[in-house]
């Protein structure tokens, strides 16, 4: 949530932090806005709405200056409007924050007392005049803004400009996403990689209680208490071009077409069928400590989840290890029972979910073991992790996950195999041929995907559709569930997903011929129980969509619309399935006229609580 990007250096600083802030829009946001040094003080424009409305706001007032600090505001203290956008001034200080600063009512009525006036309903603005004050009794930038961190509680990423001290830029890290990127005589600090790939990929990612501070042409990194810290740069390898539409008229399709493209490079260099082997680079857990585990418990929010209730299948099965499956606002506060012999796999898109990232630490805390899996190198829950499977998919725009989403399952198909062969409940043959089949699997989904045009029609056919019900059973039943998630995302279509043995039991009462009822019936063991769900449904006169392998069998009989997926082994028929129920809430979407890369009230990361 929410965006901030700064910048100094000799160019104008107002086009680069507007560019940075157009590749931070997938993070939503309700407001906007810019504050620049312009040679004699701190000039800010902000509007509520889209960057569009910060734009003609500056073609009408434009800035002016080489440093300054950008923001988009997706509401938390304070309803969107203009006043409460970001930065927040006061005196000679103006304030970019992400996070939450839990005792801001608390400093708010000690300031008041002292003679500040507030003019947002926000927390930042707190920062701004504490900053302010520290400023006025010490005289020195850097040191105030220290002062006013350590009066504050709660999660932050800041990027902070003085006029008395206009050469200067700091930025600081506690609890939410922070990145500096090094240029050529310029600087750069911004909440994800994309905002500056433009300019340069050689990047510093700010630990917990960090600080970065830019002046006389250089940068340096201390801790909160201004103690000297080193670090090292990282190379990264996404090209710029990675984050735009490529022809696309969405984000999220050109993220739906790249699916075979980001599987095949999560299996690049993992699997080695003609040993029977999975090498996992980062697992940071040896043979011994997979051996000795007792259980495992996944934990993960939204479309995460579902890829980790895919995975407690797949685990199960080959690793013989028992699963739990924990959404991970919950886990936390259930006491959850964790000892050094239990495994806790976070999922993570972003690497830095609040409510993920908090149920780390309480399983650290406790002393279990951890293990991410997460698209973004170097996040929080990667590096706070005992190790880290990196998914590669690339940079994901569009707020409905869709490449993260199968590329996780791929993960934890890694995982469940690599976790099989160490405990010796796979052998090298059985690993092959999962092996084999998991290679085949970026060619299926070309297959797949060729079927876009007759998902068209089946979208034209179904957009009124007020609810729809999604069933499957077994490893399926979690893509019922994503696909549901998806439709309700994008088109704002009521949907729900249901393990399809369930539908006797509550959501049979809901069907009839207004309801669609898409099916998820491969070719497996529970095939002809989930017919006969079918057969439940029409004798009802519901409306029945399909999806199954190919060819389809004829036991399915008369369906609204059939859609095939190519037949494959069933542990790796999820990655499959999930390509139609995207498409398919991806044009109803379009046809419905929604913002499908922004869907009202979501953001792509959610980083509080």
Same mark, same amino acid.
């Given at each position: 949530?929410?965006?901030?990007?700064?910048?100094?250096?000799?160019?104008?600083?107002?086009?680069?932090?507007?560019?940075?802030?157009?590749?931070?829009?997938?993070?939503?946001?309700?407001?906007?806005?810019?504050?620049?040094?312009?040679?004699?003080?701190?000039?800010?424009?902000?509007?509520?709405?889209?960057?569009?409305?910060?734009?003609?706001?500056?073609?009408?007032?434009?800035?002016?200056?080489?440093?300054?600090?950008?923001?988009?505001?997706?509401?938390?203290?304070?309803?969107?409007?203009?006043?409460?956008?970001?930065?927040?001034?006061?005196?000679?200080?103006?304030?970019?924050?992400?996070?939450?600063?839990?005792?801001?009512?608390?400093?708010?009525?000690?300031? $008041?007392?002292?003679?500040?006036?507030?003019?947002?309903?926000?927390?930042?603005?707190?920062?701004?005049?504490?900053?302010?004050?520290?400023?006025?009794?010490?005289?020195?930038?850097?040191?105030?803004?220290?002062?006013?961190?350590?009066?504050?509680?709660?999660?932050?990423?800041?990027?902070?400009?003085?006029?008395?001290?206009?050469?200067?830029?700091?930025?600081?890290?506690?609890?939410?996403?922070?990145?500096?990127?090094?240029?050529?005589?310029?600087?750069?600090?911004?909440?994800?990689?994309?905002?500056?790939?433009?300019?340069?990929?050689?990047?510093?990612?700010?630990?917990?209680?960090?600080?970065?501070?830019?002046?006389?042409?250089?940068?340096?990194?201390?801790?909160?208490?201004?103690?000297?810290?080193?670090?090292?740069?990282?190379?990264?390898?996404?090209?710029?071009?990675?984050?735009?539409?490529?022809?696309?008229?969405?984000?999220?399709?050109?993220?739906?077409?790249?699916?075979?493209?980001?599987?095949?490079?999560?299996?690049?260099?993992?699997?080695?069928?003609?040993?029977?082997?999975?090498?996992?680079?980062?697992?940071?857990?040896?043979?011994?400590?997979?051996?000795?585990?007792?259980?495992?418990?996944?934990?993960?929010?939204?479309?995460?989840?579902?890829?980790?209730?895919?995975?407690?299948?797949?685990?199960?099965?080959?690793?013989?290890?028992?699963?739990?499956?924990?959404?991970?606002?919950?886990?936390?506060?259930?006491?959850?029972?964790?000892?050094?012999?239990?495994?806790?796999?976070?999922?993570?898109?972003?690497?830095?979910?609040?409510?993920?990232?908090?149920?780390?630490?309480?399983?650290?805390?406790?002393?279990?073991?951890?293990?991410?899996?997460?698209?973004?190198?170097?996040?929080?829950?990667?590096?706070?992790?005992?190790?880290?499977?990196?998914?590669?998919?690339?940079?994901?725009?569009?707020?409905?996950?869709?490449?993260?989403?199968?590329?996780?399952?791929?993960?934890?198909?890694?995982?469940?195999?690599?976790?099989?062969?160490?405990?010796?409940?796979? &052998?090298?043959?059985?690993?092959?041929?999962?092996?084999? /089949?998991?290679?085949?699997?970026?060619?299926?989904?070309?297959?797949?995907?060729?079927?876009?045009?007759?998902?068209?029609?089946?979208?034209?056919?179904?957009?009124?559709?007020?609810?729809?019900?999604?069933?499957?059973?077994?490893?399926?039943?979690?893509?019922?569930?994503?696909?549901?998630?998806?439709?309700?995302?994008?088109?704002?279509?009521?949907?729900?997903?249901?393990?399809?043995?369930?539908?006797?039991?509550?959501?049979?009462?809901?069907?009839?011929?207004?309801?669609?009822?898409?099916?998820?019936?491969?070719?497996?063991?529970?095939?002809?129980?989930?017919?006969?769900?079918?057969?439940?449904?029409?004798?009802?006169?519901?409306?029945?969509?399909?999806?199954?392998?190919?060819?389809?069998?004829?036991?399915?009989?008369?369906?609204?619309?059939?859609?095939?997926?190519? &037949?494959?082994?069933?542990?790796?028929?999820?990655?499959? $399935?999930?390509?139609?129920?995207?498409?398919? /809430?991806?044009?109803?979407?379009?046809?419905?006229? $929604?913002?499908?890369?922004?869907?009202?009230?979501?953001?792509?990361?959610? $980083?509080?609580?």
């Amino acid at each position: 949530m929410c965006g901030i990007v700064g910048y100094i250096g000799p160019q104008e600083a107002t086009p680069i932090i507007l560019e940075g802030l157009r590749k931070l829009e997938y993070r939503g946001y309700d407001s906007a806005g810019i504050a620049v040094f312009n040679g004699r003080c701190i000039d800010v424009r902000r509007a509520k709405g889209k960057l569009s409305e910060l734009e003609a706001r500056l073609r009408q007032e434009p800035l002016s200056g080489g440093r300054g600090i950008g923001h988009t505001r997706w509401a938390t203290h304070g309803r969107p409007s203009e006043n409460n956008a970001h930065p927040h001034c006061n005196g000679k200080i103006a304030v970019v924050h992400n996070g939450i600063i839990e005792n801001y009512l608390d400093l708010k009525q000690r300031l $008041t007392a002292q003679g500040h006036v507030f003019r947002s309903e926000t927390d930042t603005e707190i920062i701004a005049h504490l900053v302010d004050h520290h400023f006025g009794q010490c005289g020195d930038f850097e040191q105030a803004v220290r002062l006013a961190l350590a009066e504050v509680r709660g999660a932050y990423a800041v990027a902070i400009l003085c006029e008395d001290e206009p050469d200067k830029l700091i930025a600081a890290k506690l609890g939410s996403p922070l990145v500096v990127g090094a240029g050529k005589d310029e600087f750069f600090v911004a909440s994800d990689i994309p905002a500056m790939l433009a300019h340069t990929r050689e990047m510093y990612f700010l630990e917990e209680g960090e600080m970065v501070i830019f002046s006389g042409g250089g940068m340096r990194f201390t801790d909160l208490q201004g103690a000297a810290v080193t670090k090292t740069a990282k190379t990264i390898t996404w090209s710029p071009l990675m984050a735009e539409k490529g022809g696309y008229k969405h984000f999220m399709l050109k993220e739906i077409f790249e699916q075979p493209r980001a599987v095949a490079d999560t299996l690049a260099g993992r699997v080695f069928p003609e040993r029977g082997e999975v090498h996992l680079d980062g697992i940071g857990l040896s043979d011994e400590q997979l051996r000795s585990l007792e259980r495992i418990t996944i934990v993960a929010c939204g479309t995460s989840w579902h890829a980790g209730l895919t995975g407690k299948f797949l685990i199960e099965s080959f690793a013989r290890l028992p699963v739990e499956v924990d959404i991970a606002s919950e886990f936390r506060y259930r006491d959850p029972l964790v000892n050094d012999r239990t495994l806790t796999v976070l999922i993570s898109q972003s690497g830095e979910t609040a409510d993920t990232l908090a149920a780390l630490r309480e399983a650290r805390g406790k002393g279990g073991l951890a293990l991410a899996v997460c698209n973004v190198v170097e996040s929080s829950i990667a590096r706070e992790s005992d190790g880290v499977i990196y998914t590669h998919a690339g940079p994901e725009i569009g707020v409905a996950s869709t490449k993260a989403f199968t590329t996780q399952l791929v993960a934890l198909y890694l995982l469940a195999l690599h976790l099989g062969r160490v405990r010796e409940t796979l &052998d090298m043959e059985q690993c092959r041929r999962r092996m084999e /089949a998991l290679m085949a699997l970026p060619r299926l989904m070309e297959t797949a995907l060729e079927a876009d045009g007759q998902i068209q029609q089946v979208a034209r056919e179904f957009m009124a559709a007020r609810d729809f019900l999604y069933l499957g059973r077994g490893i399926h039943y979690p893509i019922a569930l994503e696909g549901a998630l998806k439709l309700k995302e994008i088109s704002y279509i009521h949907a729900e997903g249901y393990p399809a043995g369930e539908m006797k039991h509550g959501p049979i009462a809901l069907i009839d011929e207004d309801m669609p009822v898409v099916f998820l019936c491969p070719r497996n063991e529970t095939f002809e129980k989930v017919v006969s769900n079918m057969e439940e449904v029409r004798a009802r006169s519901g409306r029945i969509i399909a999806v199954t392998s190919d060819p389809p069998s004829a036991a399915i009989g008369p369906v609204d619309a059939l859609l095939t997926v190519p &037949d494959c082994p069933d542990d790796i028929a999820p990655v499959l $399935t999930a390509i139609p129920l995207q498409l398919l /809430a991806y044009h109803i979407a379009v046809l419905k006229g $929604t913002d499908v890369d922004q869907p009202r009230n979501l953001a792509k990361s959610v $980083t509080v609580e």
